[in-house]
Nanobody, 124 residues
Framework: VQLQASGGGLVQAGGSLRLSCVAS????????IAWFRQAPGKEREFVAT????????YYADSVKGRFTISKDAAKNTVYLQMNSLKPDDTAVYYC??????????????????WGQGTQVTVSS
């Protein structure tokens, strides 16, 4: 699976962006897709995921209520709608895919494939 992330940019605090993660092939029923982010000098951290079966979604506490992850299977695409953006959201955002279990959705080491990343910069 090859993943292509896009949609990043520069936005003022309080603004919105929508990221897209397009898969080169159909997102199979065994794959779950997640968004992670990495700020300069920090480790890559979990943001949100949509699970392979049932479409359950999970979010990091820091983005809960502001970000929404969704999947369009017909377009092989997963979206991350980001509202009420804060300067602390500034990072490179990556999408990844995993066949791991629900208990490991936040574990970056469980992801097999990654997109190239898209920069999100939120100015104060």
């Amino acid at each position: 699976v090859q993943l292509q992330a896009s949609g990043g940019g520069l936005v003022q605090a309080g603004g919105s962006l929508r990221l897209s993660c397009v898969a080169s092939t159909r997102i199979s029923s065994s794959e779950s897709i997640a968004w992670f982010r990495q700020a300069p000098g920090k480790e890559r951290e979990f943001v949100a995921t949509v699970r392979r079966s049932g479409g359950a979604t999970y979010y990091a506490d820091s983005v809960k209520g502001r970000f929404t992850i969704s999947k369009d299977a017909a377009k092989n695409t997963v979206y991350l709608q980001m509202n009420s953006l804060k300067p602390d959201d500034t990072a490179v955002y990556y999408c990844g895919s995993t066949r791991g279990s629900t208990s490991t959705y936040h574990d970056v080491t469980m992801y097999n494939y990654w997109g190239q990343g898209t920069q999100v910069t939120v100015s104060s």
